[in-house]
């Protein structure tokens, strides 16, 4: 399982922190929790997009790449650390978003504009349709395009999440500890597939458990399904001799709620409770909702309090200011 020489380019600044959330744990009279903080990668305001891009981006600049492109909501993360890795690498940065150009630029979607990316709007089109178009025309003028991904979910970027998953376990080793649970917002799957094969091959014993955040109306391939080829072809890259099959894989869509990017009572009360017991901001899409989902199995007893639990912050936090008013911080 050597795969030393999949190039890689320097993004961010790792380990990230590993820390214990006593006040949250205490206020929920639940298990220890303790946070991988994944929003503090380093890259223009974080996330787990960061990782994932040191190995595509990596890949990129190995094919010559002078311009990228990639996909999104208009409030994407992935989008906009795509957007600061191109502006610190001197590449050309095109972003297809999802419908059309909001009235107010805000959020992540003003950090893109700032990074001087080219943004393309997708109207009723579906995510990424546009692209090959996009490239076609970029070729034809002399550039060498690579596409980027959606979500950075690709065998790259799930490989960037077996290394962090090894950087988590050596600092877990150093603070003495031990998890039950890897609690996390799942959504594009590379997330995901990278912690399961780097559970399997540290042999540990955690349960890998994404908190699904999409209902996935619109997938061509049941998230539950890519999730899965992801991990084993991600596995056949690093020559890893492994089969995932459908019961490896913990995947819970209780919290889905009314969909993508629909804020309700679950997200408002995650994101009050952790920034005011811990001072750490979560993001309305996905951490909010996957510590949402967190507080309700601690709260419903699926996870007991002799339980240790990992929970990852993948970022997201730029999003809270387009969403502010559905936030409901009275
Ligand atoms: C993209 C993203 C996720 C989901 O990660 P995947 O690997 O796409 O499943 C979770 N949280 C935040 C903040 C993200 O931007």
Redesign the pocket.
């Known amino acids: 399982m050597d795969y030393n020489h999949i190039p890689r380019q320097s993004l961010g600044y790792f380990p990230t922190p590993l820390i214990e959330l006593s006040r949250l744990s205490n206020e929920l009279a639940g298990p220890k929790i303790f946070m991988k903080r994944d929003d503090n990668t380093g890259l223009a305001l974080g ?3 960061t990782r994932k891009l040191e190995f595509i981006i990596g890949d990129a600049l190995a094919k010559g790449a002078d311009t990228i492109i990639t996909a999104g909501a208009a409030q994407s ?2 989008c906009r650390q795509t957007a600061a890795a191109a502006a610190s690498l001197g590449l050309e940065c095109h972003l297809v978003l999802g419908g059309e150009a909001p009235e107010q630029v805000s959020g992540n979607l003003l950090l893109d504009k700032i990074f001087g990316c080219h943004i393309h709007w997708a109207g009723s089109h579906r995510k990424g349709e546009d692209i090959p178009q996009i490239v076609e025309q970029l070729s034809k003028a002399g550039k060498n395009v690579y596409v980027v991904p959606y ?3 690709s065998e790259l970027g799930a490989l960037a999440f077996v290394e962090a998953f090894k950087e988590l376990d050596s600092q877990r080793e150093s603070m003495d500890e031990t998890f039950t649970h890897i609690i ?9 597939a990278g912690l399961m094969l780097g559970n399997r091959m540290l042999n540990s014993p955690y349960q890998i458990v994404g908190i699904n ?1 999409d209902k996935g109306e619109t997938d061509t391939v049941p998230f539950d399904q890519y999730t899965l080829s992801l991990a084993n072809s991600t596995a056949k890259l690093i020559g890893a001799d492994y089969e995932f099959s459908e019961s490896d894989l913990i995947l819970n869509s209780d919290y889905v709620g009314d969909g993508y990017g629909v804020v309700g009572t679950l997200e408002n009360e995650a994101i009050a409770l952790t920034a005011q017991t811990e001072g750490i901001l979560l ?1 309305p899409v ?2 909010g909702r996957a510590m949402g989902g967190l507080i309700d199995m601690i709260r419903t007893g699926k996870i007991k309090e002799t339980d240790r639990v990992l929970f990852w912050h ?3 936090a730029p999003a809270l200011f387009a969403y502010s008013s559905d936030l409901d911080m009275a």
Request: neutral net charge; glycine residues 30%; without cysteine.
């Open positions: 996330g787990n997009k993360n992935h979500g950075g979910s996390f917002a799942s959504s594009s799957g590379g997330t995901q955040i993001d996905y951490t993948t970022g997201g």
